[in-house]
């Protein structure tokens, strides 16, 4: 049956962050892409109202079409390569947050999650790529970044690169019933949220470091840019904001929101305030000696040690974490403010 436009429209207005009417179409990649990154942020949503037209005349002319294209290889697009690179990289963060606990995590959970973010959006549309070259190319990339999250970027890079490289069209099947694409579609987002999810709700205290670590690695992949550092700092720290001018102070009761706010806030800033509120932490006044930084972290770490307060576990973790999350602060070499701009 032939799509409709006008429907296209509809379901675009009503669901298009969830992929509603890319599911319409035909197009589960697509659809299941949007659903796990809310229509690309909404700025890909918002996009697409452009080329609507042009997704439903594709998804027409698939219908018509008796076999797909042979020995043709699709067109390069700087756009679809970006988005690979953004996706993997995007997935790959997500893996540090919920999975980086795993055992050889580097090796294989990340690696294969930033090669699942490329493949995802290398199968947008009529496209798709090989599956074994891809995941080959992350697999290949991870050991030599080993322990490091920048490795998310260039296991990104590499994948994007060999997924373009073996981009191809799409062979055409025998289209499946909804229940089926559905069902699909289920497992693959609850495979993508579920841990997550795990480790927001059920080991907090974990994941509270895991995000303000990949949060800071993140922030830092920019340090060499300081404009573009600015403006990602502004982007993630946007809800926070959002949030706070919406409800005030009265929307931070909550003890667990509290948490994730002084982590998201410690993590913000690369230099000064950084360094600024990690001596406060550690109780030192700022230029104080690596073996005043050494000492009072000795110190604090004895009296906040979870092991050592069973009583009040939660609060202990929080500031355990703090501690840690501030003697590293102080323990890196200070950079020159001349450096930075």
């Not at 697009?77 to 790959?92: C, D, K, L, N, T």
């Not at 930033?114 to 549309?125: E, F, H, I, Q, Y």
């Amino acid at each position: 049956m032939a799509k409709g436009l006008l429907v296209t429209y509809a379901l675009w207005a009503v669901g298009g962050p969830a992929g509603l009417h890319h599911l319409y179409l035909g197009r589960d990649s697509h659809a299941l892409l949007w659903m796990l990154t809310l229509g690309g942020g909404g700025l890909g949503w918002l996009w697409e109202f452009w080329k609507l037209p042009s997704f439903v005349a594709q998804a027409n002319r698939a219908q018509g079409q008796r076999q797909s294209p042979r020995g043709v290889t699709p067109p390069l697009s700087p756009i679809r390569f970006a988005a690979q690179v953004i996706v993997g990289i995007y997935f790959g963060l997500v893996a540090l947050i919920s999975l980086s606990s795993m055992v050889n995590f580097y090796i294989v959970a990340l690696p294969l999650a930033v090669g699942l973010g490329v493949l995802l959006v290398a199968a947008v549309g009529n496209q798709t790529s090989d599956f074994k070259n891809t995941l080959g190319a992350a697999f290949l990339t991870s050991p030599i970044f080993y322990g490091r999250p920048i490795a998310i970027l260039p296991i990104s890079v590499a994948a994007s690169i060999t997924a373009q490289r073996h981009r191809r069209y799409k062979a055409l099947v025998a289209s499946e019933p909804l229940s089926v694409r559905l069902y699909r579609l289920g497992l693959a987002y609850l495979a993508f949220t579920g841990p997550l999810a795990y480790s927001a709700l059920c080991n907090t205290a974990a994941t509270l470091s895991y995000v303000a670590e990949t949060f800071g690695s993140f922030l830092n992949w920019f340090s060499f840019f300081p404009l573009l550092g600015r403006l990602m700092e502004f982007v993630l720290l946007l809800p926070y904001r959002i949030w706070r001018l919406l409800m005030g102070e009265t929307g931070f009761n909550s003890s667990c929101f509290q948490e994730w706010a002084k982590l998201y806030e410690f993590v913000h800033s690369f230099q000064d305030e950084k360094r600024q509120l990690a001596y406060q932490v550690l109780g030192l006044s700022e230029g104080a000696t690596n073996e005043e930084i050494n000492r009072s972290y000795r110190e604090l770490v004895k009296v906040w040690h979870p092991d050592h307060n069973l009583d009040q576990t939660e609060e202990a973790q929080r500031h355990f974490l703090e501690i840690q999350a501030a003697y590293e602060v102080l323990s890196q070499p200070r950079k020159p403010w001349g450096s930075r701009r």
